[in-house]
């Protein structure tokens, strides 16, 4: 029996909106924070029982799955859980003499061609549809009347079969990017960059409505306020421009610092000493400006 690539992509089940990506991104890790991955995944391995029946476990140990079956090395990590862009993989005896790995639920009991009275055992695990960054592809291989997979497309000398599907090399972590930002561009949390938003795009900056410049910053379209309305020091207020902000603060009881915006809509800063005391940001009686 041949198993060609166009059987692959034939029995892939529904997605569940479970995203993995290359850096590693999932739906369940916690949002800007990478946590081991060892929870969705699990090791792949080749085993041989009997001394010619290779098949593949992923019960990790050097006796595989029962005493007396052979370890033979590592195939890659897959997932435990059904994600998007991938497919289960199952495993089957054929005949009741040789254990083979299959896309097909059904143990490739029709069809042309097919060999029949094979017993559906369980399910092994999913391997993505098409390779990702980090993924190597596992060959289906043939020889004799053993079915086993491969990392190598030579089939280590056997028939080749086709590609099962795409592993990780390597246990990847998980994580899932976190951007809150109006125009996007900072840190996701996860190695990466969150992407930024297209220019022209409705965006805030200390509560001043703006626009986005296509590269992640905000371009505010008033750029300064002040709540005392200018340069008053006898009531206290607040001035907001583009970059930062300020609140009028008595430095001392005779002291106070006035912010205000000037004619390039930039905050300001004053200084004036009061005649009477300070108290909350403003002087309660007349003043002079020191520098």
Partial sequence: MKFGLSHIFVFAIVVLGISFFASTTNTFAPTGEAVDSSQYFVRLVRCINGGNDAFESTQDTNTCEVAG??????????????????????RCMVRGREAMTTVDSNCENSGRGAIKQNKYVGRVGYLYDQQQPGTIPLYRC????????SVSSSCEGAANEGVMGYAYSELPKA????????????????????????????CTLHNIAGTCDGTGGCVVTQFCTDTDQGDDYAHAGLVTDAVSSGQDTCIDEQNLVEYLCNNNNKLETSFYTCDAPCKDGA?????????
């Avoid at 043939?142 to 997979?149: K, T």
């Avoid at 990466?192 to 938003?197: E, H, L, N, Q, S």
């Avoid at 002087?283 to 520098?291: D, H, M, R, T, Y």
């Fill in 69 to 90: 079956q052979r370890f033979v090395g590592p195939l890659g990590f897959i997932f435990k859980v059904n994600v998007q862009g991938s497919h289960p993989i199952y």
């Fill in 142 to 149: 043939y020889r004799g009347a053993d079915h086993f997979l």
């Fill in 175 to 202: 994580c899932q990017p976190k951007c809150t930002s109006s125009c996007g561009g900072e840190s996701d949390g996860c190695e990466g960059r969150c992407p930024a938003k297209p220019a022209n795009t409705a």
């Fill in 283 to 291: 002087c309660a009686s007349a003043v002079k400006q020191v520098f």
